[in-house]
């Protein structure tokens, strides 16, 4: 009896080695390159600190205040909402009717297209950014064509040096880059509509816009939550592609949190300021996540 | 007859779609291959005549474009080998193994779904500079390969999970301990999941931009995204160079979504259907 309590707690500890063993360097890493950073940040935000030295200047709210009083901040808040305003009335509907009309029925090409859909999201950011400099250049760009060809003069346009166009335009190349991924995760959810519903719908005489509102849209009703969800969060992390497009210019139009982040906090050494807007970034995120999760995630449709 | 309408309809709708999403894509392929003046005088169309002047510029004389390559293919490696094996071994131990707080440890993991990494980058350059890991490669592969594990164990543990109790209970009745199930069931069995994981954190990594942009300050470790930013401010007006170089920064991750483009769909979608 005493040696098979033994058994068992040897049992116990080599048990309790090998999950150690086993979560440690997983748990380690995220731990101190995640975890321990985005703490440290809300820290830091409290702190007016050039990132040398030791934080001493402590600042309370102050840093919130400066951001929110500092009208470049407000720009690019506002930014930020409105490419998740923008993206969510015109890009995830555009996506959702291309998914119906191309990602049902499989017609000659729809694979072949539907890789092509998507291959804009595989690409980098930076790439995508630089090459859509090109097509809006203004001697000789898309935008200058199409104008000339309206207007029959020889009128140039440079989008991206517009205070008022540029940040459309960036906006164009973001519903570009995301469109197929959205498109992607419909056709994806759409597999899982009951196609009995439908039919038994349709013999019941139901338009087609019936059809979608009622039968469709909520048996796909996961492969959408998840589409608004990452869209959202995407949308107030967009840094890439507008930073490759003018670095958050011209003067400022285009910022967005995180340009702002770069660079009022990181390029001037203003370690302090930095985190609080990454803080306010963060906020925003997790705000969403909860009122996302409890209002929207957990209301089972179907 | 009205399917084969409906059809038809469909396939023009899509080639109009398809065409306007490759447009940019198509623009950077075909300028690369222009000579210099002609990127201007003819910017979208075909080149005419065809040049390879910018892509030996690139690949034979001047540039550093393979040693961002191999600085890319070797950070991306690291990472995937990093994530992969902690990631697989971490969800083994949550997914097959009964021990006390293990869902605090899966949940834990998963709250990194909701850090992005703009709002850690700032301390996370602070912590690699104390690590003395500022300048260096490690440092963005270490970095990159935390911020894979969220979605990486998410990913394994699910897919452990579906693997039946009798194929464990088996593999301990042959005498076999919980290492020789994983080597020997759980890795073969797991090659769908492990290719979803590798495809996800290679497509991440290797278009990665703002971490090695903060991290890394001599232009010699530059990894491909930051050579094509840099490469673009030096070039201002060599726009076929530019192209070119963007195609070819463009290729491998284009050859590998081909090859895989299942998996990286799969992976993507996987929260997307239901049941």
């Known amino acids: 009896m005493i040696g098979s309590a033994n058994l068992r707690r040897s049992y116990q500890i080599r048990k309790a080695l090998l999950v150690v063993a086993l979560v440690a360097p997983a748990l380690v890493l995220f731990t101190a390159f995640v975890v321990v950073p985005v703490i440290q940040a809300a820290y830091y935000s409290f702190f007016d600190w050039n990132g040398l030295g030791p934080l001493v200047d402590f600042q309370g709210f102050h840093n919130f205040a400066r951001a929110f009083g500092h009208d470049v901040f407000r720009t690019a808040i506002w930014n930020n909402v409105k490419i998740v305003a923008l993206s969510l009335l015109l890009q995830l509907p555009t996506a959702f009717l291309f998914s119906l009309l191309i990602g049902r029925k499989k017609f000659f090409g729809s694979l072949l297209f539907r890789s092509f859909y998507f291959l804009p999201y595989v690409l980098a950011e930076i790439v995508v950014g630089i090459v859509w400099r090109f097509i809006y250049n203004p001697q000789r760009g898309l935008p200058t064509f199409f104008v000339q060809l309206f207007t029959g003069t020889q009128d140039q346009i440079g989008v991206l040096g517009d205070v008022n166009l540029a940040f459309w335009a960036i906006f164009a190349v973001i519903y570009w880059k995301y469109i197929g991924l959205h498109m992607i995760i419909y056709i994806a959810g759409l597999q899982g509509v009951p196609q009995e519903l439908e039919d038994a719908a349709a013999i019941d005489g139901a338009s087609k816009a019936r059809i979608v509102f009622s039968v469709i849209i909520p048996s796909m009703w996961s492969a959408i939550v998840m589409s608004v969800f990452l869209c959202v969060i995407g949308s107030f992390n967009v840094f890439d592609v507008v930073w490759a497009m003018g670095q958050g210019g011209p003067v400022h139009s285009t910022e967005t949190l995180v340009t702002y982040l770069y660079n009022f906090g990181f390029r001037r050494f203003a370690f302090g300021y930095g985190s609080a807007v990454a803080i306010v970034i963060f906020l925003i995120c997790v705000v969403f996540n909860y009122f996302y999760q409890r209002f929207v995630v957990s209301s089972d449709i179907t | ?275």
């Open chain 2, 1 to 275: 007859m009205a399917k084969g309408a409906g059809n038809a309809l469909r396939f023009v709708v899509g080639l109009i779609v398809a065409a306007i999403m490759m447009f940019p894509i198509y623009t950077a392929l075909m300028g690369g291959f222009k000579a210099q003046g002609q990127i201007f005088s003819n910017p979208f169309g075909l080149p005419v005549p065809f040049s390879l002047e910018a892509y030996t510029n690139i690949l034979v004389e001047t540039t550093n474009f393979w040693q961002l390559f191999l600085n890319s293919v070797m950070v991306v490696a690291l990472v995937l080998a990093i994530v992969i094996c902690f990631s697989m071994s971490a969800a083994f131990a949550i997914a097959r193994i009964k021990f006390r707080g293990n869902k605090l440890l899966f949940n834990f993991f998963i709250m990194g779904l909701l850090f992005p990494l703009t709002v850690a980058i700032l301390p996370l350059y602070l912590q690699l500079r104390g690590l003395g890991l500022t300048g260096t490669r490690l440092g963005v592969v270490l970095a990159e390969a935390a911020f894979g594990f969220p979605l990486s164990i998410f990913i394994f543990v699910g897919f452990f999970r579906d693997i039946p109790r009798d194929l464990q209970d088996a593999c301990e009745i042959d005498g076999g301990t919980l290492f020789t199930f994983f080597v020997k069931v759980i890795v073969p069995l797991s090659l769908p999941a492990i290719s979803t994981v590798a495809i996800l954190n290679f497509i991440a990594s290797w278009n990665q931009f703002l971490l090695p942009l903060l991290v890394l300050d001599s232009d010699t470790k530059y990894t491909i995204p930051l050579g094509v930013m840099q490469f673009q401010g030096q070039y201002t007006t060599g726009w076929n160079f530019i192209m070119a170089f963007i195609t070819l920064s463009m290729l491998p991750i284009g050859i590998f979504y081909y090859s895989a483009q299942r998996y990286v769909v799969k992976g993507l979608t996987a929260g997307a259907i239901k049941g």
